[in-house]
């Protein structure tokens, strides 16, 4: 089950990164955290650029509200959206979940 936490008028969850997928997409959902895969190689920090536009895209917010909080250099990492809300997250990322069929 995935898992996320309000904290401070935003929402924290956990993602596993797959650099150098065979798309970008959310791929479902592993260990509590959400799969989500890009085609970009992790070198200087593209995986990581991509990993935030592509959750930015999927629940249609400014790239600017989402952040690494911890893993940068790992591919379980740590995010925060900021001013969001955890029900109508829960929602999104329900609804892209069936869409990945995880």
Same mark, same amino acid.
């Given at each position: 089950?995935?898992?996320?936490?309000?904290?401070?008028?935003?929402?924290?969850?956990?993602?596993?990164?797959?650099?150098?997928?065979?798309?970008?997409?959310?791929?479902?959902?592993?260990?509590?955290?959400?799969? =989500?895969? =890009?085609?970009?190689?992790?070198?200087?920090?593209?995986?990581?650029?991509?990993?935030?536009?592509?959750?930015?895209? @999927?629940?249609?917010?400014? =790239? @600017?509200? =989402?952040?690494?909080?911890?893993?940068?250099? @790992?591919?379980?990492?740590?995010?925060?959206?900021?001013?969001?809300?955890?029900?109508?997250?829960?929602?999104?990322?329900?609804?892209?979940?069936?869409?990945?069929?995880?």
């Amino acid at each position: 089950m995935f898992v996320a936490d309000e904290k401070n008028g935003g929402v924290e969850f956990e993602v596993i990164a797959k650099p150098k997928a065979s798309r970008n997409g959310i791929m479902g959902e592993h260990d509590g955290a959400l799969k =989500v895969g =890009v085609t970009v190689s992790p070198e200087k920090g593209r995986a990581n650029t991509a990993i935030l536009k592509l959750l930015a895209k @999927s629940l249609g917010i400014p =790239v @600017s509200s =989402v952040s690494i909080l911890k893993g940068e250099k @790992s591919r379980r990492k740590r995010i925060r959206v900021e001013e969001m809300r955890l029900k109508w997250f829960r929602e999104r990322v329900d609804k892209l979940l069936r869409e990945a069929g995880g």
